[in-house]
């Protein structure tokens, strides 16, 4: 069974932290709460919303850990950028210019270099995230 964890950038400092994500009733605010075995205490940290994104259960190359969001990079089809198809219920990579799509199987072959909320790194089209 894969762990359901989601990555968000904090408003405070824009770190990035990673546990449940949840947003309190009557409050617009997105938090992750962090997870630690073996304590009674769990840190809660205020989110920017937009960055929120859902561990996909699976690892790069190198055992990172692949969120949506993620850019990837290998092979010969260029970056690809980590998104959940809904239609068909999976996660896919997706190059945003010839729309090439990958099953999630074929993530392990390919390195996280980045995300679409982290500036400064060329996207397929031209484009920067």
């Known amino acids: 069974m894969r762990d359901i964890l989601f990555r968000g950038k904090c408003v405070s400092d824009g ?8 947003q ?4 617009g605010d997105a938090r992750i709460r962090l997870k ?12 920017d919303r937009s960055t929120v994104g859902q561990f ?3 690892e790069d190359k190198n055992g990172k850990r692949i969120f949506e ?19 068909n219920a999976r996660w896919i990579g997706c190059d ?10 074929w993530f392990v072959h390919y390195e996280v270099v980045g995300n679409i909320h982290d500036g400064g790194l060329l996207l397929p089209g031209g484009g920067k995230s």
């Open 69 to 87: 969001g993620d850019i990837l990079a290998g092979h010969s089809v260029g970056n690809l950028v980590v998104a959940w198809d809904e239609e």
């Open 36 to 47: 630690y075995r073996d304590c009674d205490k769990y840190p809660i940290y205020i989110v």
């Open 56 to 58: 996909t259960g699976l």
């Open 24 to 27: 309190p009733s009557g409050n």
């Open 96 to 105: 945003s210019e010839e729309w090439f799509m990958c099953a999630a199987d």
């Open 15 to 22: 770190e990035w932290v990673e546990g449940d994500f949840f």
